[in-house]
């Protein structure tokens, strides 16, 4: 019962606790819950606005928004981390509850270069200048990119057999818990849920008939997409909230000095370099399925961890047959253009994830220059099927012939360095200004120098995950990983 904005589903509500046990929903709602896993948390900050944030990772993004582009990489746009895309070329059909999400299927929007000498040289980049494999030309001549084609009939094993697309399949109702844990509808799960929380009788529940859209604030009882996001990552009744309201780095290592103010021993700032800040800001793009996956579900706020725990939990019987979980599970981080970039957090190598990711072009005439990521659709020229894969060539920062858009140098990143950053405990970012600094330690109200105290941390993959934790759920992020717990225990209690 879904329409393109709009997907209906049934509700069993505890009239005398006012509360949703679950909700009865079809594959477009399912398939939405799923999808928000791939979500870019840049993505999700802008959808939710900053003050809507648990933790202080929402300054992070209003740091780079207000950063001037005078610090930025030439090659680097800020919109890659702040409106990164969201990587669902095969979810094509998933329901749009999002706003600011279109196209979901956002590689028809991207562009890819091949070879401008030759079009037998069989290469594709995404980075406009680079060389060519084969004779070291300038790739600057742009391809056609032909999106999942579902309903071609000579398309590899991998394609769908139906037209229903999404993830899960269709014609199955699912039980969603006020918790925002997925399963296949049962009767016997149903009967355990409502002895869980001691329903004594058939008339303590009533039935409800809701409509779930994008956002339309007016009608009471409509469901909104951004406020299931918002109240899957605040709260464990999600259901009912939205029912019932209205360069001093080796590999793995980064140095970075703190300034702490003794007496509270609180962090007022840190003065970074490029290493640090391009790790920071290049957590807006990671994607909610991966810090679920690093956070482990029980330190996630909210209860968008259960969305995970279903989906893997979930029988692959019920996932489209084109689809893999790991693609929401363990979604690739689209980081081609910041090779460079500290690898701070773990598993999550290679950050250029294209390098492993296929492309293909006409199987029969080689200057039929197209290209697509689904084995077998047809080619837009001769309508023959792109079997034949293609090469592809990662971004080269040290390209010389390589066109504006590439870097001049060889840093790398998102930021510029030879510059000293100011990073807040709450990650605030911008370049370092004795000002600023000044006007800080006015704002904590310290007396005098004698007051602070300097310390040189150095910054590794288990503070990388205790940082992305902190900025998720606290607003002290550097005090929290960086002082030890009892030390700052001993600093609030009274003398």
């Given at each position: 019962m879904a329409t393109k904005n709009k997907v209906s589903l049934k509700l069993l509500i505890d009239k005398r606790s006012n509360r949703v046990l679950f909700a009865e929903a079809g594959k477009d709602f399912v398939d939405f819950l799923f999808t928000l896993l791939s979500l870019p948390v840049g993505t999700v900050i802008r959808l939710l606005k900053k003050p809507a944030m648990?933790?202080?990772?929402?300054?992070?993004?209003?740091?780079?928004?207000?950063?001037?582009?005078?610090?930025?990489?030439?090659?680097?746009?800020?919109?890659?981390?702040?409106?990164?895309?969201?990587?669902?070329?095969?979810?094509?059909?998933?329901?749009?509850?999002?706003?600011?999400?279109?196209?979901?299927?956002?590689?028809?929007?991207?562009?890819?270069?091949g070879c401008s000498y030759s079009g037998n040289h069989r290469c594709v980049t995404d980075q406009r200048g680079s060389p060519c494999s084969n004779c070291k030309n300038s790739m600057t001549y742009e391809l056609p990119f032909i999106g999942t084609n579902t309903n071609n009939k000579s398309a590899s094993n991998t394609a769908t057999s139906n037209s229903e697309g999404g993830f899960v399949k269709g014609?199955?109702?699912?039980?969603?818990?006020?918790?925002?844990?997925?399963?296949?509808?049962?009767?016997?799960?149903?009967?355990?849920?409502?002895?869980?929380?001691?329903?004594?009788?058939?008339?303590a529940l009533k039935e409800k008939m809701v409509e779930f859209g994008i956002d339309e604030p007016l009608i009471?009882?409509?469901?909104?997409?951004?406020?299931?996001?918002?109240?899957?990552?605040?709260?464990?009744?999600?259901?009912?909230?939205?029912?019932?309201?209205?360069?001093?780095?080796?590999?793995?290592?980064?140095?970075?000095?703190?300034?702490?103010?003794?007496?509270?021993?609180?962090?007022?700032?840190a003065e970074a370099g490029k290493d640090f800040v391009d790790f920071l800001f290049t957590l807006l793009s990671l994607p909610v399925g991966t810090v679920i996956r690093l956070l482990k579900q029980p330190a996630m706020v909210g209860c968008i961890g259960n969305l995970y725990e279903s989906l893997e939990n979930l029988n692959e019987a019920y996932i489209q047959p084109n689809q893999s979980k790991d693609s929401l599970l363990k979604p690739t981080v689209p980081l081609t253009q910041l090779a460079h970039v500290p690898l701070l957090l773990p598993d999550t190598l290679p950050l250029k994830p294209e390098a492993g990711r296929k492309l293909y072009g006409c199987s029969k005439y080689s200057n039929h220059r197209c290209v697509t990521d689904q084995r077998g659709s047809p080619c837009s020229d001769c309508h023959y099927s792109m079997n034949y894969?293609?090469?592809?060539?990662?971004?080269?920062?040290?390209?010389?012939?390589?066109?504006?858009?590439?870097?001049?140098?060889?840093?790398?990143?998102?930021?510029?360095?030879?510059?000293?950053?100011?990073?807040?405990?709450?990650?605030?970012?911008s370049p370092l200004s004795m000002i600023s600094g000044v006007a800080l330690l006015n704002k904590f109200s310290v007396m005098g120098f004698g007051a602070l105290k300097e310390k040189m941390v150095e910054f590794g993959i288990d503070e990388g995950v205790e940082l992305l934790k902190a900025s998720l759920q606290s607003k002290t992020a550097l005090t929290s990983v960086f002082l030890a717990k009892d030390e700052i225990k001993d600093a609030a209690a009274p003398n």
């Open positions: 648990v933790g202080c990772i929402g300054n992070l993004y209003e740091s780079l928004e207000n950063l001037n582009e005078a610090y930025m990489q030439p090659n680097q746009s800020k919109d890659l981390l702040l409106k990164p895309t969201v990587p669902l070329t095969q979810l094509a059909h998933v329901p749009l509850l999002l706003p600011g999400t279109r196209p979901l299927k956002t590689e028809a929007g991207r562009k890819l270069y014609l199955v109702t699912y039980m969603v818990t006020d918790d925002l844990s997925v399963s296949p509808l049962s009767m016997i799960s149903g009967v355990a849920l409502l002895n869980k929380f001691s329903v004594k009788g058939f008339g009471v009882f409509l469901w909104q997409g951004v406020e299931l996001l918002k109240a899957s990552l605040q709260s464990k009744t999600a259901l009912t909230n939205i029912s019932f309201t209205s360069r001093m780095a080796t590999e793995n290592k980064v140095s970075l000095k703190l300034l702490i103010d003794k007496k509270a021993n609180k962090v007022l700032f894969e293609l090469t592809f060539i990662g971004t080269n920062t040290n390209n010389t012939s390589a066109s504006n858009t590439a870097t001049s140098s060889s840093e790398g990143g998102v930021v510029k360095g030879l510059v000293t950053y100011m990073v807040t405990d709450d990650l605030s970012v």
